[in-house]
């Protein structure tokens, strides 16, 4: 593995930090009248409804992170975890990306984020539902959550202010699953979602890809085992902190985001 600095260019976007990848095969035209936005906003209210009514949810995640560097280079980082949560403020996440292995523990008042490899850990005092540590965590901590606006209560009033374009792009086949397939364009990202059918409209694929951002990078979750109800395995939320971990501040944990600190943003 390399440990020396790689830089890349700076992916902040209001979603999420993310990279791209233009297919070989170049640009390809799209019909618009296969561009059916009505449907396309009533089935992702159906699915932000569903999620919302959901009390206690869990599920597999794979993610990769695209970056882009500034040599030209386009690095893909992928990730593993687990999201657990008890409406309205439980929350366990766990990501494992080869050289991170954390875990972040919420229990309606105190945030824990265990780092394994280097053996740190951060304990702050946070209260709120889970929809203000969605944020706290990501803006307060600069910690973002797999899917993390996928965990709050409302999806569809998060995101379709920021939405200028939508497209119905018809169907799409996720491990063996036939997906609704949408696509919103906002200001500065790309997002695009594939969404189970039936009575279990829930996520399967997340895609965003900063538009703005030279080389185009991407980000793309793949959600998996999805459990809900009385199928989720019982969690107690509580933390206990392994012996032999340093406590440090939020900003002292190394390694604990899906970017390495030997990659450094290029601004």
């Not at 920021?162 to 018809?170: M, N, R, S």
């Amino acid at each position: 593995m390399h440990n020396s600095p790689r830089r890349f260019t700076n992916p902040v976007t209001a979603w999420v930090a993310a990279a791209s990848i233009l297919a070989p095969i170049g640009l390809v035209g799209m019909h618009t009248a296969l561009a059916d936005a009505t449907q396309a906003k009533a089935l992702f209210k159906a699915m932000s409804d569903y999620l919302a009514a959901q009390t206690q949810i869990s599920f597999d995640v794979d993610s990769t992170l695209e970056v882009v560097t500034t040599q030209k280079e386009k690095i893909a980082l992928a990730s593993s975890g687990q999201v657990t949560l008890n409406r309205p403020d439980k929350l366990r996440i766990t990501r494992d990306g080869g050289f991170s292995n954390t875990e972040v523990v919420y229990d309606g008042n105190t945030m824990t984020i265990l780092n394994k490899d280097p053996k740190q850990y951060v304990q702050v005092t946070e209260h709120g539902t889970i929809d203000n540590m969605v944020d706290v965590i990501r803006e307060k901590y600069n910690k973002p959550i797999p899917a993390a606006d996928l965990l709050t209560s409302n999806v569809y009033e998060r995101l379709m202010p920021q939405v200028v374009e939508v497209d119905d792009l018809g169907s799409g086949v996720i491990r063996g699953i036939e997906c609704n397939h949408f696509a919103f364009r906002m200001a500065e990202v790309d997002v695009q979602i594939w969404i189970a059918p039936g009575d279990r409209p829930y996520p399967c694929r997340y895609v965003i890809t900063s538009t703005k951002v030279d080389g185009w990078p991407q980000y793309t979750l793949d959600i998996r085992n999805w459990k809900t109800g009385s199928e989720v395995a019982a969690d107690s939320f509580s933390s206990t902190v392994p012996a032999g971990f340093t406590e440090v501040k939020p900003g002292e944990l190394h390694n604990a985001d899906e970017l390495p600190d030997s990659y450094t943003s290029s601004k």
